[in-house]
């Protein structure tokens, strides 16, 4: 299995960076086979995964051949890219549940590069 950390960070509510840690693991050849995301604070951790079907669904959706997909994908979450920046938002999304109310949270990227931003949400829930 692939492993990948870095230091990532993600404007909080007052405007102010919060520094986070993302961890990515994967077991295929690539991150188009799925993987898993761990992402914490220090204080507190969000885990999810995001499927093979998950990830040809949203090159699909942005109309992008899948292997570049991919390599956006590996790029933004694996900070292989020194070149290109990503600015990262967390987001809550309540989600309401019979016995207890949890909350669902989406990371996102968004590519900058060259002044064009270029915004992807790859159904990320931590």
């Known amino acids: 299995m692939d492993v990948s950390v870095q230091e990532v960070d993600i404007p909080s509510e007052d405007g102010t960076q919060r520094k986070y ?3 990515v693991d994967w077991g295929g050849r690539d991150l188009g086979s799925g993987f898993h995301v761990l992402l914490t604070d220090g204080q507190l951790a969000w885990r999810g995964e995001v499927t093979e079907d998950v990830v040809c669904c949203e090159a699909e959706e942005l109309e992008m051949q899948k292997e570049k997909y991919i390599q956006d994908v590996c ?20 989600t309401p549940t019979n016995t207890t ?14 002044d064009i931003s270029v915004r992807n949400d790859p159904s990320t829930s931590v």
């Open 75 to 94: 790029q933004a979450l694996t900070g292989t890219e020194s070149s290109v920046t990503y600015n990262f938002t967390l987001t809550p999304q309540p």
């Open 21 to 23: 840690f993302l961890r």
């Open 101 to 114: 109310s949890t909350t669902t949270t989406t990371l996102a990227y968004e590519k900058v590069q060259k």
